[in-house]
T-cell receptor, first 113, second 111 residues
Framework: DVKVTQSSRYLVKRTGEKVFLECVQD?????MFWYRQDPGLGLRLIYF???????EKGDIPEGYSVSREKKERFSLILESASTNQTSMYLC????????????FGPGTRLLVL | TQLLEQSPQFLSIQEGENLTVYCNSS?????LQWYRQEPGEGPVLLVT?????EVKKLKRLTFQFGDARKDSSLHITAAQPGDTGLYLC???????????FGPGTRLSVLP
C-alpha cells in the first residue's frame, strides 16, 4: 500500500513564526503536491514538484515556499505565519501525468494565533 | 481556469435511502476522478472515468461520465453510515495539463 505521512496532525503556531510541514511518501513517486483545504473552497494547490529539486507554483503560492531535496520528501514552509494561513494542509503524491491517482496523507490541521 | 462545481454542497439522509450527487463544468475534461474523504483523513480515490457516457460501478456506488465529458454523477444505493464523508470530484483538462478539484459534497448518512 502507498503510504504518505505528514509530520504532524495538529499544529498551533503564533503569527510571525516560521512553520515547517513535512511530507514523506514511500512509493518512489515522482510527483508531490501540497494543498490547503478550507470549507466551501475545496482543495487548492499551493505548490507541486515533478522531480527532486524541482518546484512549480500552484494556484495560491503566496506566503509559502517548498523544498524537495530527496525524492520521497516534500516540505512546505510558511516563512512568517499569518492567521489567514489557518487551514488543513494536505500532501499528496502520484506517478505519471496530471491524471494519475493522487495518494494523500492524513493532513495537518494548522492553527495560527 | 477550469472550474468544477458540485451539488448539493451538503446532504443529510437516513440509512437505506438512495442519493445522487453531481459534478459539473462548462469545460471538457479528458478524465474525471471521484475521491471520498472521511473525517480526519485525506481523500482516497474511488474511481476514474475517461470515456464520455462511461458508467462504472463500485458495489453500491454508480459513477457516470457525461456524454460530452463536462459532467459526472455519483449515485449511491441504500446508503449506509459508512458512506458518510466528503465526496470530491477532480478532473484533468482536455489538454492533459491541468488538474483541478471541485469543492465537494458533504454527505451525512444517519442510522
Amino acid at each position: 500500500d502507498v503510504k504518505v505521512t505528514q509530520s504532524s496532525r495538529y499544529l498551533v503556531k503564533r503569527t510571525g513564526e516560521k512553520v515547517f510541514l513535512e511530507c514523506v511518501q514511500d512509493m518512489d513517486h515522482e510527483n508531490m503536491f501540497w494543498y490547503r483545504q478550507d470549507p466551501g473552497l475545496g482543495l487548492r494547490l499551493i505548490y507541486f514538484s515533478y522531480d527532486v529539486k524541482m518546484k512549480e507554483k500552484g494556484d495560491i503560492p503566496e506566503g509559502y515556499s517548498v523544498s524537495r531535496e530527496k525524492k520521497e520528501r516534500f516540505s512546505l514552509i510558511l516563512e512568517s505565519a499569518s492567521t489567514n494561513q489557518t487551514s488543513m494542509y494536505l500532501c499528496a503524491s502520484s506517478f505519471g501525468g496530471p491524471g494519475g491517482t493522487q495518494y494523500f496523507g492524513p493532513g495537518t490541521r494548522l492553527l495560527v494565533l | 481556469t477550469q472550474l468544477l462545481e458540485q451539488s448539493p454542497q451538503f446532504l443529510s439522509i437516513q440509512e437505506g435511502e438512495n442519493l445522487t450527487v453531481y459534478c459539473n463544468s462548462s469545460s471538457v475534461f479528458s478524465s474525471l476522478q471521484w475521491y471520498r474523504q472521511e473525517p480526519g483523513e485525506g481523500p482516497v480515490l474511488l474511481v476514474t472515468v475517461v470515456t464520455g457516457g462511461e458508467v462504472k460501478k463500485l458495489k453500491r456506488l454508480t459513477f457516470q461520465f457525461g456524454d460530452a465529458r463536462k459532467d459526472s454523477s455519483l449515485h449511491i444505493t441504500a446508503a449506509q453510515p459508512g458512506d458518510t464523508g466528503l465526496y470530491l470530484c477532480a478532473g484533468v483538462d482536455n489538454y492533459g495539463q491541468n488538474f483541478v478539484f471541485g469543492p465537494g459534497t458533504r454527505l451525512s448518512v444517519l442510522p
